[in-house]
T-cell receptor, first 108, second 113 residues
Framework: LAKTTQPISMDSYEGQEVNITCSHN???????ITWYQQFPSQGPRFIIQ???TKVTNEVASLFIPADRKSSTLSLPRVSLSDTAVYYC?????????FGKGTRLHILP | DTAVSQTPKYLVTQMGNDKSIKCEQN?????MYWYKQDSKKFLKIMFS???????INETVPNRFSPKSPDKAHLNLHINSLELGDSAVYFC????????????FGDGTRLSIL
């Protein structure tokens, strides 16, 4: 089983900021937190990765509190094309385990 | 340039047949993977190879046999196909290390009649 827990689905509107929170209470000291995005009929695509505090790239921001037991993926000003499944992962016994992800649906 | 490419994209065949799916990556990565995504969209790792050596072999029937002729290729051969093998199979690659971002192909949709 994946070490992460995230909402099954979320709805939002175009132009809004979307925050998806993931719980990983048993994260190990050497685990990084990685987020992937998957569109229908495509493979998952790496979005962002972090270890602690905040990481930002051209696509998203990742907020990680000091205890690292959770993380929040922030998507600024979403558009219809951001409709996808978002996976939060941490390393586990030398491999990555994908959970069921969060199905994000952006409405016009 | 396609980073991770899989062929074929679609595969429709009958129960009992043997089929292969090919995967190639041009990213220079040392690690390659095969995943299975079933109808419930749950993505499960099947195998991981590091520089042509098997690293991870999850609980997969021995009808599934991965083969890595070189570190840029990881093919998946499936014998005696069963109805439950219907799924989308994804190939991926990464640098060595569990925290390295993985690059996925677009999948092969296998349908067993």
């Amino acid at each position: 089983l994946a070490k992460t827990t995230q909402p099954i689905s979320m709805d939002s509107y175009e132009g809004q900021e979307v925050n998806i929170t993931c719980s990983h209470n048993n994260i190990a000291t050497n685990d990084y937190i990685t987020w992937y995005q998957q569109f229908p009929s495509q493979g998952p695509r790496f979005i962002i990765q972090g270890y602690k505090t905040k990481v930002t790239n051209e696509v998203a921001s990742l907020f990680i509190p000091a205890d690292r037991k959770s993380s929040t993926l922030s998507l600024p000003r979403v558009s219809l094309s951001d409709t996808a499944v978002y996976y939060c992962l941490v390393g586990e016994d030398d491999k990555i385990i994908f959970g069921k992800g969060t199905r994000l649906h952006i409405l016009p | 340039d396609t980073a991770v490419s899989q062929t074929p994209k679609y595969l429709v065949t009958q129960m009992g047949n043997d089929k292969s799916i090919k995967c190639e990556q041009n990213l220079g990565h040392d690690t390659m993977y095969w995943y299975k995504q079933d109808s419930k969209k749950f993505l499960k790792i099947m195998f991981s190879y590091n520089n042509k050596e098997l690293i991870i072999n999850e609980t997969v029937p021995n009808r599934f046999s991965p083969k890595s002729p070189d570190k840029a290729h990881l093919n998946l051969h499936i014998n005696s196909l069963e109805l439950g093998d219907s799924a989308v199979y994804f190939c991926a690659s990464s640098q060595v290390g569990v925290n390295q971002p993985q690059h996925f192909g677009d999948g092969t949709r296998l349908s067993i009649l």
